[in-house]
């Protein structure tokens, strides 16, 4: 599904099949001959499970949740659970990617990408399935952001 909506949006991109990853570590280690900066994705909700943020940073920093949700303005962020994270973004644990924005069910996921990517030529992410990485230029991901319906922030994280 994400391949063929790449293509259908005319987004050059390059695909690599590796083992499973889980954390930075294994992907530093899968990721190192792969032009771009590698990306993890965190499916965050608030306190009452009303509002659904997926945040996009680069893989080597750290997320700060409370001083997230100073930045945002909600209440306490806390990860999503495998049974939201299928409903909203169609992916499971492990798997999370901006391409969970194809799903149908990611209308109402606020997306907060960190503004320090905006440096970055390439990016890395998963097509939905953390067996594989999708390299794409920056000026793609931000065309493919324009293309859904979600509304994306651009914060220093």
Known sequence: KVYSALDRMGIAYTSHEHPAIFTG???AEHWKDVAGVGIKNLFLRNKKGDRHYLVILAVDKQADLRQ???IIGDDRLSFGSPERLMTHLGVTPGSVSVFGLLHEGSGPVQVIVD???RAAERLIFHPNDNRASVSISFADFER????RP???RWLRL
């Open 25 to 27: 570590e294994q992907a």
């Open 68 to 70: 997230l949700v100073k």
């Open 115 to 117: 503004a320090d990517l």
């Open 144 to 147: 493919f952001l324009a293309s």
């Open 150 to 152: 979600n509304v994306v």
